[in-house]
């Protein structure tokens, strides 16, 4: 397994952004694909965006992320972001980012490693 630590999360105004980050250790970064989710109080986990291993060249967004949400990683510094604009208040939750060694599509992966969490909350 990895070790995973968020940052980033904060309180941001409806239509503003944050980034949220993930840092990886204790094996091989590249090798493991790199997930954010999202849990909003009373709703279950959900997955809200994904990146291949090595070199991230395919991802994944969830609908209610695509075209506001940018997932990307680096595999030098073992850190995986999550840059998101235009934020509402439908997009308070905890995010949690994940890696998976599985096999097979991006947004259908089983997540082998969690980080702690961080509360993002946009205020109207």
């Known amino acids: 397994q990895v070790q995973l630590v968020e940052s980033g999360g904060g309180l941001v105004q409806a239509g503003g952004s944050l980034t949220l980050s993930c840092v990886a250790s204790g094996r091989t970064f590249s090798r493991y694909h790199m997930g954010w989710f999202r849990q909003a109080p009373g709703k279950e986990r959900v997955i809200v965006a994904a990146i291949s291993f090595e070199s991230g060249q395919i991802t994944y967004y969830s609908d209610s992320v695509k075209g506001r949400f940018t997932i990307s990683r680096d595999n030098a510094r073992s850190t995986v972001n999550l840059q998101m604009n235009s934020l509402q208040p439908e997009d308070t939750a905890i995010y949690y980012c994940?890696?998976?060694?599985?096999?097979?599509?991006?947004?259908?992966?089983?997540?082998?490693?969690w980080g702690q969490g961080t509360q993002v909350t946009v205020s109207s």
């Open positions: 994940a890696a998976s060694s599985d096999i097979g599509q991006l947004g259908a992966l089983r997540y082998d490693s």
